[in-house]
């Protein structure tokens, strides 16, 4: 087992395979194990799953993890084994082939829930919970993830995207106001920085830049004017088509052709969410992007 973990250190796949499997077998054919070494027994499952999901190897790297997974409930169905972080780590490994690999959102979210019960927690298996919880329209849960993936850390703009939509979902506008103006003063910093001309459909990274960039100041804008809506205030309505158009100019960026200068076809949210504010039509209602 500790052989094993050498290895992984210094990236020796094969070696880590053959030494964890011995480990394995060894631990199985112990007539009797100690607490500690059953922690070990299951966490050789853990670590030999992710070396299969190092290699892409995901059907075998889902199969160790069931096998630690079942090894542990066996235990403490029969013995009252307890649950730690070591354990919780393995629920989380699993969780993330359902979510990355398989797509599979329900178990997905059981396993990150029973890591996280374990006490295996971070920033990225609550900002996952809070995906899940979102997509399953459950804002009040995905909410208190979303706040607990940012807790202690600098909210990346993913986050601060998903706290703004959350929060907007749930028509709490002044809470959204803040997080959207905070994601549009970053992506504006950024662009900023990057003092030239910005090309999204040659540059993945800049593709998302702007992307992002669309979304959050359509979003911003559509918060903004609810709230000159509620409050009569000019001065957000103003700022609201300003955000508005900034969003527009995202279109533009992302949809003109590089060469010919001509923009694709087709209409976009901004667009329609600015006719609206000019002219209110009665079943049409400013709109944001959803996606996070």
Same mark, same amino acid.
């Given at each position: ?99 990355f690999v398989a797509a599979d959102y329900a178990n997905a979210e059981t396993?990150?829930?029973? /890591?996280? @019960?374990?006490?295996?927690? =971070?920033?990225?298996?609550?900002? !996952? *919970? $809070? ?107 103003a700022k609201a088509i300003v955000q508005l158009q900034e969003s527009l100019? /995202?279109? @533009?960026?992302?949809?003109? =052709?590089?060469?010919?200068?001509? !923009? *694709? $076809? ?27």
């Amino acid at each position: 087992y500790n052989l094993g973990k050498y290895y992984i250190t210094t990236n020796e796949d094969a070696r880590v395979q053959t030494s964890l499997e011995t480990a394995i077998t060894k631990f199985n054919d112990a007539p009797h194990l100690k607490t500690r070494e059953l922690y070990k027994f299951i966490d050789s499952y853990r670590l030999l799953g992710e070396n299969f999901t190092k290699t892409q190897n995901y059907l075998q790297a889902q199969e160790k993890y069931t096998d630690g997974i079942t090894l542990f409930t066996k235990e403490k169905e029969n013995a009252g084994f307890e649950g730690n972080a070591l354990v919780g780590n393995l629920f989380a490994d699993l969780a993330d082939i359902n979510y990355f690999v398989a797509a599979d959102y329900a178990n997905a979210e059981t396993n990150y829930q029973t /890591a996280v @019960d374990y006490g295996y927690d =971070n920033a990225k298996i609550r900002y !996952r *919970l $809070g995906y899940i919880q979102y997509n399953n329209k459950d804002y009040l849960k995905a909410l208190g993830s979303f706040i607990k993936s940012g807790e202690g850390v600098e909210k990346e703009r993913n986050l601060l995207l998903a706290l703004g939509n959350t929060l907007a979902l749930r028509n709490d506008d002044y809470a959204a106001e803040g997080y959207y103006e905070q994601l549009v003063q970053s992506l504006d910093n950024e662009i900023l920085e990057r003092k030239g001309a910005i090309y999204p459909q040659a540059d993945k990274r800049e593709f998302d830049l702007i992307t992002d960039y669309l979304y959050a100041t359509n979003n911003y804008g559509v918060i903004l004017y609810r709230l000159a809506k509620r409050t009569g205030d000019s001065s957000r309505n103003a700022k609201a088509i300003v955000q508005l158009q900034e969003s527009l100019r /995202a279109w @533009d960026s992302l949809t003109r =052709n590089q060469a010919t200068l001509v !923009r *694709l $076809g087709g209409s976009n949210l901004a667009e329609e969410n600015i006719k609206y504010i000019a002219r209110p039509i009665t079943e049409f209602e400013p709109s944001i992007y959803n996606e996070i």
